[in-house]
């Protein structure tokens, strides 16, 4: 068993290096001047007395941008919408172009010789704007008489995506006994890694080369993206970074800010640097979720689930980030049906451009939207016909015999044991014993209430074509891998090296994993979609195999026995039935470069699933709602590493309980300004937050992939949105609350109680 992961000594002794932690001779530093307004056409931007002011090298907008030959970030989708509708993409340049569209919108970069005079220099730039009308939700975008926030989009809308059986549902619903309906509304949330975004941008003019030091979760992807943008292929472009901040999907894509620094450096022939604050992350990261669901459940007499459909609407903000198209169509309906046994489904997406942030992924990256729309809806069907809710699913889950098993949306889910999961959560959560919990709090004057999800999602099939991996012996005997998705926070330091450890038999710690460095040229797939083990860490996987298989000839030779005669086992390659070996390492030694390997492969989504249930307990005095209880219990297949498997759920299922309990981004519906820019008015979730969490594994492994592993980074997520939520408005409708949206916060849920004791 380990005692830690083998990142952890570094990061816990200050040894970490961030991105702000990088520097270059000769660097500069830049500031961002923002937009402080929704909506509004540049009229012109003086930056004269910046210019003047001491320390200043230059101040750049989006015409200078344009005149540079820069590209608009790319957004894509390789689907169509609705009667073959096509994605609409406005485009986004690298900073505002003739109009400014969301309270944050970067307008200029304004680059001194310290941070601080780049940023008294901001403040002398005069923007003249035009205000226009501002629109900041979707329900508003769509509406007739709305202002338009792209011309290029219409009625604010990109996309009218739809998918699964139409004509197949509505006649599922033609015959139900009853139909029953639920609007949901996921809220809006920032993902805030611990560390604001950064860079430190240079141009080599000599070799045409561009390199980035960026918050990334993979230098493949953020280079092709680059690649789009500057118009020079990805070999020209470096990516680099070791430790990132955290990720949790924002740092997946390429943002603006990054191009106009590398923009300035080129102008400049100065590295440039910039270290963004946490208002900025408030502001200008991509936010996430904010999705309306209008979702209808069809019954049969016996109360199985026969059809069901939604009607979506999500934010897209006001530029499309590069996958927020992907995330918001595809990333929700590849579990559209979820673990129901019902080919009667379908979804209908339209994506609306407002005037705030850019919405893209965040943990979850889309099943969260659609385990939370159809959880919430099944729970609340069984509380309409008065059922037990977990005997109510267990009716209508596909049985353990029916896989490979093809939803209506096209997805075939590989393999499962829903029953099996459904058990196992309900034992741990002693679910028949909840009366008498309930009774018991009632007494010491507390609503108890429980909800539970029975959710399944897909792990990223990845973007690239392959996932390419490198391992090369260094002199001291040490082997370094090569890989491309960037670990910041998963511990893959850790699990490849126990994976490669494993297959060759040498000790993880003489193995280390790099992700992202001036040598990196691997193409692959980035950090996302919770694939890096089961896709990336397979390709380690085979890649070890294929380097013992190299090294029988080598340790023939060495040997000198026949290639026949000799075994490979606990890291030593031996002449069958004698003692005489040599280990691999001493092999590589003798053979510089010889037993290096590179290698490629590619394995697509697996369908980890899981049962969680959640018992919360509100303070009907105050409104204060806590998590009493959680129980997850959940398929990830073969798990490699448990302690890491179990931080990685509870990390996600807490980042669940905090969207559900606390977290709110609100824009001002007059101004479009954001009105939660801080720490003051966003209220992070803390770590005692999912008090009595217990995990419970119940793995059937997948054929899909050689390590049988289905992805976990964002099964925690997936499974306590609905959860929690369910628990809490099982809570409040006790008290006669009908209606209730997260967040679940104490002056909300004080108010829904007063309001409900009032009626009544
Ligand atoms: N693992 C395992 N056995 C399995 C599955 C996974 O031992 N059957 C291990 C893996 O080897 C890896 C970790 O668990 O060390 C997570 O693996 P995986 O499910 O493959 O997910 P990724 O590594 O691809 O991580 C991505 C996922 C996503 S998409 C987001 S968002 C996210 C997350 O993970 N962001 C995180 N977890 C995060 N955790 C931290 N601390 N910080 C973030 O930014």
């Given at each position: 068993?380990?005692?830690g992961?083998?990142?952890?000594?570094?990061?816990?002794?200050?040894?970490?290096?961030?991105?702000?932690?990088?520097?270059?001779?000769?660097?500069?530093?830049?500031?961002?001047?923002?937009?402080?307004?929704?909506?509004?056409?540049?009229?012109?931007?003086?930056?004269?007395?910046?210019?003047?002011?001491?320390?200043?090298?230059?101040?750049?907008?989006?015409?200078?941008?344009?005149?540079?030959?820069?590209?608009?970030?790319?957004?894509?989708?390789?689907?169509?919408?609705?009667?073959?509708?096509?994605?609409?993409n406005?485009?986004?340049?690298?900073?505002?172009?003739?109009?400014?569209?969301?309270?944050?919108?970067?307008?200029?970069?304004?680059?001194?010789?310290?941070?601080?005079?780049a940023?008294?220099?901001?403040?002398?730039?005069?923007?003249?704007?035009?205000?226009?009308?501002?629109?900041?939700?979707?329900?508003?975008?769509?509406?007739?008489?709305?202002?338009?926030?792209?011309?290029?989009?219409?009625?604010?809308?990109?996309?009218?995506?739809?998918?699964?059986?139409?004509?197949?549902?509505?006649?599922?619903?033609?015959?139900?006994?009853?139909?029953?309906?639920?609007?949901?509304?996921?809220?809006?949330?920032?993902?805030?890694?611990?560390?604001?975004?950064?860079?430190?941008?240079?141009?080599?003019?000599?070799?045409?080369?561009?390199?980035?030091?960026?918050?990334?979760?993979?230098?493949?992807?953020?280079?092709?993206?680059?690649?789009?943008?500057?118009?020079?292929?990805?070999?020209?472009?470096?990516?680099?970074?070791?430790?990132?901040?955290?990720?949790?999907?924002?740092?997946?894509?390429l943002?603006?800010?990054?191009c106009?620094?590398?923009?300035?450096?080129?102008?400049?022939?100065?590295?440039?640097?910039?270290?963004?604050?946490?208002?900025?992350?408030?502001?200008?990261?991509?936010q996430?979720?904010?999705?309306?669901?209008?979702?209808?459940?069809?019954?049969?007499?016996?109360?199985?689930?026969?059809?069901?459909?939604?009607?979506?609407?999500?934010?897209?903000?006001?530029?499309?980030?590069?996958?927020?198209?992907?995330?918001?169509?595809?990333?929700?309906?590849?579990?559209?049906?979820?673990?129901?046994?019902?080919?009667?489904?379908?979804?209908?997406?339209?994506?609306?451009?407002?005037?705030?942030?850019?919405?893209?992924?965040?943990?979850?990256?889309?099943?969260?939207?659609?385990?939370?729309?159809?959880?919430?809806?099944?729970?609340?069907?069984?509380?309409?016909?008065?059922?037990?809710?977990?005997?109510?699913?267990?009716?209508?889950?596909?049985?353990?015999?029916?896989?490979?098993?093809?939803?209506?949306?096209?997805?075939?889910?590989?393999?499962g044991?829903?029953?099996?999961?459904?058990?196992?959560?309900?034992?741990?959560?002693?679910?028949?014993?909840?009366?008498?919990?309930?009774?018991?709090?009632?007494?010491?004057?507390?609503?108890?209430?429980?909800?539970?999800?029975?959710?399944?999602?897909?792990?990223?099939?990845?973007?690239?074509?392959?996932?390419?991996?490198?391992?090369?012996?260094?002199?001291?005997?040490?082997?370094?891998?090569?890989?491309?998705?960037?670990?910041?926070?998963?511990?893959?330091e850790?699990?490849?090296?126990?994976?490669?450890?494993?297959?060759?038999?040498?000790?993880?710690?003489?193995?280390?994993?790099?992700?992202?460095?001036?040598e990196?040229?691997?193409v692959?797939?980035?950090?996302?979609?919770?694939?890096?083990?089961?896709?990336?860490?397979?390709?380690?996987?085979?890649?070890?195999?294929?380097?013992?298989?190299?090294?029988?000839?080598?340790?023939?030779?060495?040997?000198?026995?026949?290639?026949?005669?000799?075994?490979?086992?606990?890291?030593?390659?031996?002449i069958?039935?004698?003692?005489?070996?040599?280990?691999?390492?001493?092999?590589?030694?003798?053979?510089?470069?010889?037993?290096?390997?590179?290698?490629?492969?590619?394995?697509?989504a697996?369908?980890?699933?899981?049962?969680?249930?959640?018992?919360?307990?509100?303070?009907?005095?105050?409104?204060?709602?806590?998590?009493?209880?959680?129980v997850?219990?959940?398929?990830?297949?073969?798990?490699?590493?448990?302690?890491?498997?179990?931080?990685?759920?509870?990390?996600?299922?807490?980042?669940?309980?905090?969207?559900?309990?606390?977290?709110?981004?609100?824009?001002?519906?007059?101004?479009?300004?954001?009105?939660?820019?801080?720490?003051?008015?966003?209220?992070?979730?803390?770590?005692?937050?999912?008090?009595?969490?217990?995990?419970?594994?119940?793995?059937v492994?997948?054929?899909?992939?050689?390590?049988?592993?289905?992805?976990?980074?964002?099964?925690?997520?997936?499974?306590?949105l609905?959860?929690?939520?369910?628990?809490?408005?099982?809570?409040?409708?006790?008290?006669?609350?009908?209606?209730?949206?997260?967040?679940?916060?104490?002056?909300?849920?004080?108010?829904?109680?007063?309001?409900?004791?009032?009626?009544?």
């Amino acid at each position: 068993m380990l005692k830690g992961r083998l990142e952890d000594d570094r990061m816990l002794t200050g040894r970490g290096r961030y991105v702000s932690d990088w520097h270059l001779p000769g660097e500069a530093h830049a500031c961002f001047l923002r937009s402080d307004r929704a909506h509004a056409e540049i009229l012109s931007v003086d930056a004269s007395a910046a210019l003047r002011a001491p320390g200043v090298l230059g101040v750049f907008t989006g015409q200078d941008i344009a005149a540079g030959g820069f590209k608009s970030l790319p957004a894509a989708l390789p689907v169509k919408g609705r009667g073959g509708m096509e994605l609409i993409n406005p485009g986004r340049p690298a900073l505002a172009q003739g109009r400014v569209r969301f309270a944050g919108d970067a307008v200029a970069i304004v680059i001194a010789e310290t941070a601080l005079a780049a940023q008294d220099a901001a403040e002398l730039v005069s923007v003249e704007y035009r205000d226009l009308p501002a629109v900041v939700s979707a329900a508003q975008a769509v509406a007739s008489d709305a202002p338009r926030v792209h011309d290029a989009a219409p009625g604010n809308i990109v996309l009218d995506y739809e998918s699964g059986d139409e004509a197949r549902t509505r006649a599922a619903f033609d015959s139900a006994a009853r139909v029953v309906k639920l609007t949901v509304d996921l809220s809006r949330v920032v993902a805030n890694p611990m560390e604001p975004r950064a860079c430190l941008a240079a141009y080599d003019a000599q070799g045409g080369m561009y390199h980035l030091y960026a918050c990334t979760q993979g230098a493949g992807t953020m280079r092709n993206q680059l690649s789009a943008v500057l118009g020079v292929p990805p070999e020209k472009i470096r990516v680099i970074a070791e430790e990132v901040g955290g990720g949790f999907g924002v740092r997946f894509n390429l943002y603006p800010e990054y191009c106009a620094a590398l923009f300035a450096a080129k102008q400049l022939g100065r590295p440039v640097k910039w270290t963004g604050t946490r208002s900025e992350v408030f502001l200008a990261d991509e936010q996430a979720r904010c999705v309306t669901s209008n979702g209808e459940l069809a019954l049969d007499a016996n109360g199985r689930i026969i059809g069901m459909r939604f009607d979506m609407l999500a934010n897209l903000g006001a530029y499309l980030a590069p996958t927020g198209p992907f995330i918001n169509t595809l990333g929700i309906v590849n579990c559209l049906s979820g673990v129901y046994d019902v080919q009667a489904a379908y979804a209908r997406i339209r994506l609306a451009l407002t005037n705030t942030a850019p919405m893209a992924a965040y943990r979850g990256a889309g099943r969260p939207v659609m385990s939370y729309a159809l959880e919430r809806l099944v729970e609340h069907a069984a509380h309409e016909l008065g059922a037990d809710p977990a005997e109510f699913r267990r009716k209508s889950l596909i049985p353990k015999n029916a896989f490979p098993y093809r939803i209506a949306a096209g997805f075939e889910y590989d393999s499962g044991d829903f029953p099996g999961v459904l058990d196992k959560g309900l034992a741990a959560a002693d679910w028949s014993g909840f009366p008498a919990r309930r009774a018991e709090a009632a007494r010491r004057g507390r609503l108890r209430g429980r909800g539970m999800s029975t959710f399944i999602e897909a792990t990223g099939a990845g973007f690239a074509p392959q996932d390419q991996v490198e391992m090369r012996w260094n002199p001291d005997g040490t082997l370094t891998l090569y890989a491309p998705t960037h670990s910041h926070g998963q511990g893959h330091e850790t699990t490849y090296a126990q994976v490669v450890g494993g297959a060759l038999g040498v000790p993880m710690e003489s193995i280390r994993l790099r992700t992202a460095g001036p040598e990196f040229y691997l193409v692959g797939n980035a950090t996302g979609g919770s694939r890096s083990l089961l896709a990336v860490g397979s390709v380690l996987l085979l890649a070890a195999q294929e380097m013992v298989k190299k090294g029988m000839a080598l340790a023939a030779d060495a040997l000198e026995a026949a290639r026949a005669d000799i075994e490979f086992g606990n890291g030593r390659f031996r002449i069958k039935g004698t003692d005489r070996s040599i280990s691999i390492r001493e092999l590589a030694g003798r053979h510089p470069g010889e037993l290096d390997m590179a290698y490629a492969n590619k394995f697509g989504a697996t369908f980890p699933n899981g049962c969680h249930i959640a018992e919360i307990e509100i303070e009907p005095q105050t409104g204060e709602t806590e998590i009493v209880s959680y129980v997850a219990c959940d398929d990830a297949g073969n798990i490699i590493n448990h302690q890491i498997v179990e931080g990685q759920v509870q990390g996600g299922v807490t980042q669940g309980a905090g969207q559900a309990l606390s977290e709110l981004a609100v824009y001002d519906r007059d101004t479009g300004q954001l009105l939660t820019g801080s720490f003051m008015d966003y209220a992070m979730p803390r770590a005692g937050l999912v008090s009595g969490l217990k995990l419970v594994a119940h793995p059937v492994p997948t054929k899909l992939n050689p390590l049988g592993a289905k992805g976990v980074g964002e099964a925690g997520v997936t499974g306590s949105l609905p959860a929690v939520m369910n628990a809490v408005v099982d809570a409040l409708q006790q008290a006669g609350v009908k209606d209730f949206e997260m967040p679940a916060t104490p002056l909300r849920v004080w108010n829904a109680l007063r309001q409900a004791a009032s009626r009544s």
